[in-house]
């Protein structure tokens, strides 16, 4: 009779696209918090020190235009929304007077909110377009990003399934956050 003794190890084995998709999120968001202002603006590109109000901030201008969007499509339809629960909940509980001014009320409500934000977020986005002195550093940053989430992504597509295209159209995405 054969002794029992250690057993062998078992080996884990990690999808080599997580671990590098990983690698590469954690490698880019180090560098973008080890940026400094400072650094940024002693590039010598021809976009650095542009601060007119054209073109736009990497990440901070697309991230502020995407609010705007939502205070101007989203925040309406929410409150539309909100408003058809308050009178489908007055209707069925018999209080559709009191419901219908409470909608009103919200419809007003969210018509103000909407009209201030809009101002704030358009002051906003004016205000970001001086960070285009970053793109310059910036923007090489998420084109890296992009390039290896499309890379990732299609390389790695059986390891992924079924993410694969998924992570590989993440690259496009990224790429909208790129200032101009």
């Known amino acids: 009779m054969k002794a029992a003794g250690p057993r062998p190890r078992r080996r884990v084995r990690r999808p080599n696209a997580v671990v590098a998709v ?11 918090v080890f940026l400094s202002p400072a650094g940024a603006s002693s590039s010598t590109t021809a976009n650095s020190g542009n601060t007119g109000n054209t073109g736009s901030g990497a990440v901070i201008t697309p991230l502020l235009e995407l609010f705007e969007f939502g205070n101007n499509i989203g925040l309406p339809l929410a409150c539309s929304d909100a408003g058809s629960i ?12 009191a419901s219908s001014a409470l909608v009103t009320q919200l419809d007003s409500l969210c018509a103000q909110l909407s009209s201030k934000g809009g101002d704030e977020l358009q ?16 923007n090489p940053l998420i084109a890296t990003l992009a390039k290896a989430l499309n890379t990732v992504g299609t390389q790695y597509e059986g390891s992924l399934s079924p993410f694969g295209p998924t992570v590989a159209g993440l690259g496009g995405t990224v790429t909208f956050f790129e200032g101009s």
């Open 123 to 138: 002051q906003a986005i004016a205000r970001s377009r001086a960070l285009t002195l970053l793109n310059p550093v910036v």
């Open 86 to 97: 308050v009178s489908i909940i007055g209707t069925q509980t018999g209080g559709s007077t």
């Open 22 to 32: 990983a690698a590469i999120a954690v490698g880019t968001l180090a560098s973008i």
